[in-house]
Nanobody, 122 residues
Framework: QVQLVESGGGLVQAGGSLRLSCSAS????????MGWFRQAPGKEREFVAA??????YYADSVKERFTISRDNAKNTVYLQMNSLNPEDTAVYFC?????????????????WGQGTQVTVSS
């Protein structure tokens, strides 16, 4: 069992930055695939970024702007978001799954946080 708690969302102007954090507990954190997904109103939850031992992975829409990282000593994964634009407005969810999953496939993840709202004003 893994418990995930996100923090760091909020309201920011276009061009600004935010850093999301996801604190994990319950299983050996360093061996998990950790992902960030987002869901805008009326849209499906979509992949944003993932990290695991083999590397980091990003959706095309956030490449060069977002950075995912993890601190295994703190059981925490981060999402640094720069150059935000209104299209990034969504609820952002942290997720965890086994190391071998297809990292962009939502249904492969076993555990989810409650989500944190990110709103980017124009």
């Amino acid at each position: 069992q893994v418990q995930l708690v996100e923090s760091g969302g909020g309201l920011v102007q276009a061009g600004g930055s935010l850093r999301l954090s996801c604190s994990a507990s319950g299983r050996t954190f360093s061996y998990l695939t950790m992902g960030w997904f987002r869901q805008a109103p009326g849209k499906e939850r979509e992949f944003v970024a993932a990290i695991r031992l083999s590397g980091t992975y990003y959706a095309d829409s956030v490449k060069e702007r977002f950075t995912i990282s993890r601190d295994n000593a703190k059981n925490t994964v981060y999402l640094q978001m720069n150059s935000l634009n209104p299209e990034d407005t969504a609820v952002y969810f942290c997720s965890a799954g086994p190391w071998e999953i297809v990292y962009w496939r939502r249904l492969d993840y076993d555990y989810w946080g409650q989500g944190t709202q990110v709103t980017v004003s124009s």
